[in-house]
């Protein structure tokens, strides 16, 4: 592991952005989103990504480093947007903070986006919301992308669907659920295939319904990404619901690419499709405009502060979605982000290619 | 099973209610969001319920059978209610009326309540919203009632804390999700166990993890209920993760009782606490405010119509959420109520205690 310090990566991939014509101020904020998967461990949806996703979004034209969001319509509480293929890893935060400011004068503040690129991790812009004392809602489809089945069916229908809800807890660290309504995301199946290692029964499965460990099968087609709940007597038509419920709520409501579509039915069964025109949601509610901010806060604390309390029953700590994620954020912030061989080789082919100076290291381990 | 006409059972149910004090059209109301379980086939939450839960409330005091909910805030798009320990039955429809008609003024209507009794099959309420044309959304906690354990806990701390989500589906029936946030509501375990039958591996669990096939372990405290997710690796802390957010969004909000709280850690850590004082929040969003209600319907009958569309891998065709339950309950409209002999005979005894006439049977088969 090679160690960098946050304002040097922060500065390396703005820059990066910014030579392809992102302006300064959403290219800054676009990498402080790309890293919140580095800074969190979910580290399937950080700076991985950039050679991987976003930089052949640009370089393609799927993504558009410039142009200027249209506002559809707005009707105070609720407005609609239209992300014109700008970096979602930047127009997804913006939402937000003006989902925050409609709620602030409302008590509820609504944005449905569509023509997103790919938003990053959902949490890093749900967490903006938290940490104004809001609780923050983000569901976001894959656009055209589809990668799941229907339970009983042989054709990829939906995406991972993320969905992530964030309130503030007190003294404590936010609580920060972000998921895939799929058991996983794809790429943790795929980091696994590239390391080497097999998968927990339970993430892939063939057409009947046998478990599969090899994670390679995925991307040969022999094996299918299985939904949150596993199989249906556990609750896979919940995952399945989950992924249909953020559909409607991304897509149905702004009126973005889908992923059920009759086109989907037209090839082959497998995953088919591209993550153009995402959909997104943004909910942020206010529950200082309902009842005293202060009882808001004690409550808050109390609430999350007994399950910090309650007693384990093995040797570790009982701790909620967000707080292990803002220690090592907190950890990253004052030593450095810790990064892979791999990742911190491709990050000096990239400084090299885009003749940028590399981020001098903190410190090598391992 | 004997059958029985759906009017005569509404009717039965309402007179019910009304010799409690129940105004007659809060009682009708109540009968018909009980009857939905019964229609959807989700029957741990239908007429089952009748004598093991509602009447109890009622004539404990638990519930009060006329109080006026009263106002705590109304800012426009949102209204802050507190339920007056109201039958749930009754205010969790009317809070979904008043979401539907702030959402038709504001485009989303939010509707934050505390002081409920339990709500019945949140479904039934969301139904209402997707009828008119809008997505809805329940969360709704189980007040101070504590049933699971957090993830490596070793006290129950929340409730099975259901999510709803229902949206129109253009000429099919509409998308329902109704769903516990553990892999099934505890209804579900207790109904195995009056039955003798086994429960899947996956639904209970020991301190260790180990899978109890026995629904009777639950209520003996030998076993606990699981999170949808199943283990840790297959997405237990999604499970979790849901049921916090269900907490947050329905008892943070709206100040209501809740489950995690300091005095949760007082007892043995087995189930805790009543579900009293319940939170609840109603969304309501209405994507004919955005973009016209024409192409809204077009592209939701597109949704659903691809997924129903979808090649089976077996012999079962693809469906949705609400698919089966509405098919199920257009057949009791039109044909009767089917009843289990063990239902039948507890609403005979009920019918002969309250002096009621028993609604006569259409039918009697099995």
Redesign the interface.
């Known amino acids: 592991m090679t160690t960098i310090g946050l304002p040097e990566l922060l500065g390396f991939v703005t820059a990066v952005f910014t030579r392809r014509g992102v302006p300064p101020e959403r290219a800054s904020a676009a990498a402080a989103a790309l890293l919140h998967g580095d800074l969190t461990g979910m580290s399937s949806h950080g700076l991985a990504n950039l050679t991987r996703l976003y930089l052949p979004l640009l370089d393609s034209g799927r993504a558009d480093p410039a142009a200027d969001p249209r506002t559809?319509?707005d009707?105070?509480?609720?407005v609609?947007l239209d992300a014109a293929r700008t970096l979602g890893l930047w127009s997804a935060g913006a939402a937000a903070d003006l989902a925050v400011a409609r709620a602030a004068a409302?008590?509820?503040g609504?944005v449905?986006v569509r023509g997103m690129t790919h938003i990053g991790c959902a949490g890093a812009h749900t967490l903006r919301i938290a940490e104004r004392g809001m609780?923050g809602?983000i569901a976001t489809n894959c656009g055209r992308q589809r990668i799941a089945?229907?339970?009983?069916?042989?054709?990829a229908?939906l995406g991972t669907n993320p969905l992530s809800?964030a309130?503030p807890a007190g003294d404590h660290p936010p609580?920060v659920?972000d998921?895939s309504t799929t058991?996983v995301p794809t790429g943790r199946v795929r980091a696994a295939a590239r390391a080497g290692d097999p998968v927990?029964a339970?993430?892939l499965a063939t057409?009947c319904g046998t478990p599969v460990t090899d994670p390679g099968a995925f991307d040969r087609g022999e094996a299918h990404l299985q939904w949150?709940?596993?199989?249906p007597?556990?609750?896979a038509?919940?995952?399945?619901?989950?992924a249909?419920?953020v559909?409607?709520?991304s897509?149905?409501?702004?009126?973005s690419g889908?992923g059920?579509?009759?086109e989907?039915?037209d090839g082959d069964?497998g995953p088919s499709g591209r993550d153009d025109d995402i959909g997104m949601i943004v909910?942020a509610?206010a529950?200082g405009?309902?009842?005293a901010p202060e009882?808001?806060h004690a409550?808050?604390g109390?609430?999350?502060?007994?399950?910090l309390?309650?007693?384990?029953?093995?040797d570790?700590?009982?701790r909620?979605?967000g707080w292990h994620e803002a220690e090592r954020a907190a950890r990253c912030r004052a030593e450095g982000v810790p990064l892979s061989p791999q990742l911190y080789e491709e990050l000096k082919q990239l400084a090299a290619a885009e003749n940028l100076a590399m981020p001098g290291a903190v410190g090598v381990a391992g």
Chains 1, 2 share one sequence.
Do not use: Q
């Open positions: 559809l319509t009707a105070g509480a609720i609609h409302y008590g509820i609504m449905s609780v809602l089945r229907p339970p009983g069916g042989r054709v229908m809800v309130a609580f659920l998921m058991v927990p339970g993430w057409d949150l709940g596993g199989r007597e556990t609750g038509y919940k995952g399945f619901g989950l249909l419920a559909e409607v709520l897509a149905l409501v702004s009126g889908r059920p579509d009759p989907a039915l069964g909910l509610i529950p405009v309902l009842r009882d808001v409550d808050a109390a609430l999350f502060g007994s399950l309390d309650c007693p384990p029953s093995g570790l700590a009982v909620y979605p």
